[in-house]
């Protein structure tokens, strides 16, 4: 079973819509969980970032994390065209030295 | 703002070739990171480099590959015989003492021909 499980997509939403974008876990012993947006040939660029169970905001970003169900989301309300790239979940067992481990990522375009 | 800047931003190389994949990290960041995203694929951990020596490496960090912080700014990532498959984006990042989320470069693209 891969660590960090993600749905490739792509994904294809109009402008305006409510994104969910969704990874599964393996490993209990993660405690930080990142979202990372990646546009093409650039390198990732952290969202958000969450420790523990529980929900964080900012903006139109919205992340959540059930480390009983080893499941975190990302909410993108009132899409935009330029929402659209590549969204990688990441997470760490630990601060400080402990390797990211990152999922597949998630293509999603959002149409004007 | 502080960014991790990675040099050459592209390099084309034959097959049997030493490269060498420069990067800056953030300049009070302590934790220093190698991934490699094949295209098309998803980000895969090589090294952590920590306290001038290696911490962690991955089974694709094998013998063809060493790592180096020689002057205290830079660090680099050596490929010493590339081959076709070593053809991806690699992607420097760093992580000071009291983050726990990294900050990547913008990547080297490499390639092997």
């Known amino acids: 079973q891969k660590e960090v499980e993600q749905d490739p997509g792509p994904l294809s939403v109009p402008e305006g819509a409510i994104v969910s974008l969704n990874c599964t876990y393996s490993?209990?012993?993660?405690?930080?969980f990142m979202w990372y947006r990646q546009y093409s040939r650039k390198g990732p660029e952290l969202l958000m970032y969450?420790?523990?169970?529980g929900n964080k905001e900012d903006g139109r970003f919205t992340a959540q994390v059930d480390k009983s169900s080893k499941y975190i989301s990302l909410f993108i309300r009132d899409s935009q065209p330029s929402d659209s790239a590549t969204y990688l979940c990441?997470?760490?067992?630990?601060?400080?030295?402990?390797?990211?481990?990152f999922g597949a990522g998630t293509r999603l375009f959002v149409k004007a | 703002e502080p960014e991790v800047t990675q040099t050459p931003s592209h390099q084309v190389t034959q097959m049997g070739q030493e490269v060498i994949l420069r990067c800056v990290p953030i300049s009070n960041h302590l934790y220093f990171y190698w991934y490699r995203q094949i295209l098309g694929q998803k980000v895969e951990f090589l090294v952590s480099?920590?306290?001038?020596?290696?911490?962690?490496k991955s089974e694709i960090f094998d013998d063809q590959f060493s790592v180096e912080r020689p002057d205290g700014s830079n660090f680099t990532l050596k490929i010493r015989s590339t081959k076709l498959e070593d053809s991806a984006m690699y992607f420097c990042a760093s992580i000071g003492r009291k983050n726990t989320e990294a900050f990547f470069g913008q990547g080297t693209r490499l390639t092997v021909v």
């Open positions: 490993n209990s012993a993660f405690q930080y």
């Open positions: 480099f920590y306290n001038n020596e290696i911490s962690e």
């Open positions: 969450t420790y523990s169970s």
């Open positions: 990441a997470m760490q067992a630990g601060t400080g030295g402990f390797k990211t481990i």
